[in-house]
């Protein structure tokens, strides 16, 4: 069974760092790309980031260009997300998701960006 | 702004069948496989349909999926109470190198 478990949110006061994780199980990571997508409060589905299986292909959302970083460690079935210059509109449920386009998704983790 | 459109609510009786359309471009549903997903308040979005009409295990016959140039559409038949829920549409936009979504599309069984 395909398992995508998210950790590292929490609250972030605004211009600061937080970094996700994702823990892939139940398939073979490294032969898979990567997204991140986040869901602000009582709003829809945002894109922010892909990362092919091997690492040789990155794309952003203009909205977190510059700031986030996407990165991940197939000897260890991980996925990761660094943010930072955090503002406000970050604050979202974060998920990690497989494929393009997407087939599995995570439970998502909360980021909260407030002083 | 979303680049895939949705209309933003539908509703219909217990029973009936819905239709929801999902609007793009050659970018991105012309040329790319359309996914379906559907969100229950407070829990991760779940897939419903994948490469515009086939449906993953245990989802049943009730949902499916079809394309036509740059329109996508889901249907439900046989609606229930338990199938209200947002619903996306999503796919990869090969102009924007990015993953897209329709803006959400909230079902009322009346």
């Known amino acids: 069974e395909v398992q995508l478990v998210e950790s590292g949110g929490g609250l972030a006061q605004p211009g600061g760092s937080l970094r996700l994780s994702c823990a892939a199980s139940?398939?073979?990571?490294?032969?898979?790309?990567m997204n991140w997508v986040r869901q602000a409060p009582g709003k829809g589905l945002e894109w922010v980031t892909y990362?092919?299986?091997?690492?040789?292909?990155?794309h952003y959302a203009d909205s977190v260009k510059g700031r986030f970083t996407t990165s991940r460690d197939n000897a260890k079935n991980s996925l990761y997300l660094q943010m930072n210059s955090l503002r406000a509109e970050d604050t979202a449920v974060y998920y990690c998701?497989?494929?393009?386009?997407?087939?599995?998704w995570g439970q998502g983790t909360q980021v909260t960006v407030s002083s | 702004q979303s680049v895939l459109t949705q209309p933003p609510s539908v509703s219909a009786a217990p029973g009936q069948k819905v239709t929801i359309s999902c609007s793009g471009s050659?970018?991105?549903?012309?040329?790319?496989?359309v996914s379906w997903y559907h969100q229950l308040p407070g829990t991760a979005p779940k897939l419903l349909i994948y490469?515009?009409?086939e449906r993953p295990s245990g989802i049943p016959d009730r949902f499916s999926g079809s394309k036509s140039g740059t329109s996508a559409t889901l249907g439900i038949t046989g609606l229930q109470t338990g199938d209200e829920a947002d619903y996306y549409c999503?796919?990869?936009?090969?102009?924007?190198?990015?993953?897209?979504f329709g803006g959400g599309t909230k079902l009322t069984v009346l």
């Open positions: 998701a497989r494929d393009v386009p997407i087939r599995y």
């Open positions: 139940g398939f073979t990571f490294s032969r898979y790309s």
């Open positions: 990362i092919s299986s091997s690492s040789s292909s990155i």
């Open positions: 050659s970018s991105n549903i012309g040329n790319n496989y």
């Open positions: 490469e515009n009409n």
């Open positions: 999503g796919t990869w936009d090969s102009s924007l190198s990015a993953v897209v």
